[in-house]
């Protein structure tokens, strides 16, 4: 699924502003022939979510309207293109018509679908209509409302009764997209990188919407190379190309090369689509994790997609602020906990040249049999989409099949064992995890290529002791090493701080406890050589449901508040960071 773009052969329009929206609280939407149209509606932002935009609707997750009226832009003719929406992402179900047509369905937020309109559309006067729904049910991925069980306490003692730590946003939240392309175009690229004596070699797989034959020239522009290939391509193709001397992506350097494909039929080009590419490679090696055959630590964060008013909606600003302040702070990486972010978001990994472990939106699986075949199934789907939507990211270095399943049942292991081997089929060229709060006793580590780690020493466990904290973390990790053999990254550690609490000695909640805590932790992280990386919880605060253990509905283990104004920890972690010194204390 190609991210749409305009040049020449192919054009893409976005819908989003000010939509007609309606809460469906009694769902009687669907009779009442809302699908054809709605009156009555009031203005909503798109993309954003619903919950704080409307006091009435701040913990709504039932059904929800929303429509657009569009004209086609001049010179598109659905006879001659090929004509698509794009929704980035929708949370949780969706149900799309447009004039009356329903074009389709899709379930899952934080990734894309796209529904063919080529039939449905009009020169003008076109209306689009979304309905959207996000209650939390166990059969659903993430869950919620899960039945009672002593494994499974903490998970009713949030409203909403999420299974998960964060707040459950609704609503349209990326970008929608109105796309015209050759109908027999470019439908899909692979990119695949591999580094020989200093040269770059691409690997470029090409999947067309027909099977005619025909010809894809290929050419990479950048750091004074120019290469071109060409290729027969009917509805596949594949081509490698050589750069010698390659400018290599990295941290630091993340040199982007412009790869652009045409396809041509009897000397005339017909489709272009143009891409940028990052020259690397990635490996665990041993105890390392290589980068350009070079050991990599990453240093940086888990982080949410949060923001007041719009919730999880896409907010360019907030996204340049994010990274100003990880370059600030010295980070080289982030997680995308706990779903795939925005393409916007990964764009710029690649630009600004930070390493990303990619998650899955499979957060807090549980493994009771009734419901597990659909969440499989669920989590099959997501891996598939989030390879699809971000394997040609230079940034993207891992994939993490989920975060802190529960993982003591014994249908824990070959669920995951079926989908790290999806992902291996899918992706061969990228490690795979998954991050797990089991430690010792996490039986799919067995098969993962990294073990991913999340640890609350000094706080849920050893509240206000942090020698014995230290102690603990170090005792584990030790045995973590010993068991597996592999290299290790602590995805998660931190402690809920109030900004503006102070404390001496340092107490729980005050900004010095969480500073104290996060350098301790690093300290005992940094003696360890088959450490790889620490990632701390969290970049900045963040919604959630609300709970006795939740003050306000925030998550306080922010470096940075939630209006992204730095604690004390984020000024202790710049001087451990800023220096690139790994050296232990």
Aim: contains cysteine.
């Amino acid at each position: 699924m190609l991210y749409p773009q305009s040049n020449p052969f192919r054009q893409a329009v976005d819908l989003c502003g000010f939509w007609d929206f309606a809460f469906d609280p009694d769902n009687r939407g669907g009779q009442a022939g809302w699908a054809d149209g709605f009156s009555g509606g009031r203005p909503i932002a798109v993309p954003a979510s619903w919950n704080d935009q409307f006091a009435e609707g701040h913990d709504y997750l039932g059904a929800a309207w929303y429509q657009t009226r569009f004209d086609l832009p001049w010179g598109w003719d659905a006879g001659r293109h090929g004509l698509r929406l794009r929704f980035g992402s929708v949370n949780y179900l969706a149900e799309v018509w447009l004039n009356g047509v329903r074009l389709g369905s899709h379930e899952g937020g934080h990734l894309p679908f796209e529904l063919d309109v080529t039939p449905h559309v009009w020169r003008e006067g076109n209306r689009l209509v979304v309905r959207v729904e996000g209650e939390l049910s166990p059969d659903r991925v993430p869950p919620g409302n899960v039945p009672a069980d002593p494994r499974y306490s903490f998970m009713d003692l949030s409203y909403p009764p999420t299974s998960f730590d964060f707040f459950p946003f609704c609503g349209i939240h990326r970008p929608v997209l109105l796309s015209a392309t050759a109908p027999d175009g470019l439908a899909d690229l692979t990119v695949q990188t591999e580094i020989a004596a200093g040269a770059g070699l691409v690997c470029v797989q090409l999947r067309r919407a027909a099977s005619d034959p025909v010809t894809a020239r290929l050419t990479i522009a950048g750091h004074g190379a120019q290469i071109a290939v060409e290729t027969p391509v009917a509805a596949e193709g594949e081509a490698v190309l050589t750069v010698p001397q390659a400018a290599l992506w990295a941290p630091g350097s993340p040199h982007l090369y412009d790869l652009t494909v045409e396809l041509r039929r009897h000397g005339a080009t017909f489709d272009r689509y143009s891409l940028p590419i990052g020259m690397r490679t990635i490996q665990v090696a041993g105890d390392a994790l290589l980068l350009n055959d070079q050991p990599i630590y990453l240093q940086g964060f888990g982080r949410h997609e949060d923001f007041p008013v719009a919730g999880r909606g896409l907010l360019p600003a907030v996204i340049v602020k994010d990274y100003a302040l990880l370059e600030w702070i010295g980070a080289n990486s982030f997680r995308t906990s706990h779903y795939p972010y925005s393409e916007q978001m990964m764009d710029l990994a690649d630009r600004l040249g930070f390493l990303v472990i990619d998650e899955t939106p499979a957060v807090g699986l549980f493994f009771a049999e009734e419901g597990l075949a659909r969440r499989h199934q669920l989590c099959r789907q997501y891996t598939e989409e989030l390879i699809a939507r971000d394997k040609n990211h230079p940034s993207v270095i891992m994939w993490s099949l989920a975060n802190e399943p529960h993982s003591d049942h014994p249908a824990a292991k070959p669920f995951f064992r079926d989908l790290y081997d999806l992902a291996k089929a899918l992706d061969p060229s990228r490690p795979t995890t998954l991050v797990s709060h089991a430690g010792l006793s996490e039986e799919s580590f067995e098969f993962c290529d990294v073990l991913t780690l999340n640890r609350y020493y000094g706080w849920y466990i050893f509240g206000g002791q942090l020698a014995t904290a230290y102690d603990m973390l170090s005792e584990e990790l030790d045995a973590m090493y010993t068991q597996f053999h592999k290299p290790l990254i602590l995805t998660e550690f931190g402690a809920d701080t109030v900004a503006g609490c102070h404390a001496q000695p340092s107490e729980m909640f005050s900004e010095e406890y969480q500073a104290e805590m996060l350098a301790g932790y690093i300290q005992v992280l940094r003696r360890k050589p088959f450490v790889v990386g620490e990632h701390v919880w969290n970049m900045c605060d963040f919604q959630t449901g609300q709970s006795v253990r939740r003050v306000g509905g925030l998550n306080l283990k922010g470096v940075f508040t939630r209006d992204r104004r730095p604690k004390l920890a984020a000024h202790r972690l710049r001087e451990l960071w800023m220096p690139g010194d790994r050296s232990p204390g």
